[in-house]
């Protein structure tokens, strides 16, 4: 909110994952904040923006624009199952702030699988099935690429204590990995 002062109305945007499963959507906010559209959840943003945050100058310049996201259970975690950074006009793409980016970069969407069994499986094969970049994805659109190459600056915020999860579940990598990682924290 407070990159929206001094801007003009919506000059910022603020993306949101839009997990479309009901079920999924009661697990991550509860029942009773659980959402029934994305519209829904654009006014409970915006009453947390100017009630509890108190920006009531920021939030009507803040622009809220919604992709399409799912619950993993089995990494707890949200990801996208578009590209999100397609999402983003050219001419836009200046700043991007990302929060959790480690949940945006884990893996790229993957295309339409018709052997899927759900979108989720697809997620799941294609994290499985990982490879390392080739040298002709440089030819791709900048989008294709990622945050680095879309945006003129990208930053991350990390908020999840991976020291503490090598530490407790990692099993014979904790004693190496745990103390690298925590140098990065």
Known sequence: LYLTRGRQK???????????????????????T????????????RTFCRD??????????????????MLVEGFGSIFPSVDICSLVPDD?????????PEHLNWFRVPAKDETATSTEDAIVDAI???????????????????????FRHSVGILHTNYQAYMT???IGTSFIAAPAIGQLS
């Open 10 to 32: 919506y000059h910022v945007t603020l993306m949101i994952p839009w997990v479309g499963d009901a079920a999924s959507r009661a697990k991550l906010y509860g029942k009773d």
């Open 52 to 69: 509890r945050a108190h920006c009531v100058d920021e939030e009507p310049k803040l622009r809220i624009q919604f992709y399409e996201a």
């Open 92 to 100: 836009e793409a200046d700043v991007c702030i990302l929060e959790e």
């Open 168 to 170: 407790q579940y990692a």
């Open 34 to 45: 659980a959402f029934a559209s994305q519209e829904e959840q654009e006014i409970y943003i």
């Open 128 to 150: 499985e099935g990982m490879e390392a970049p080739i040298a002709d994805e440089m030819m791709h659109d900048k989008h294709e690429l990622g945050w680095a190459h879309k």
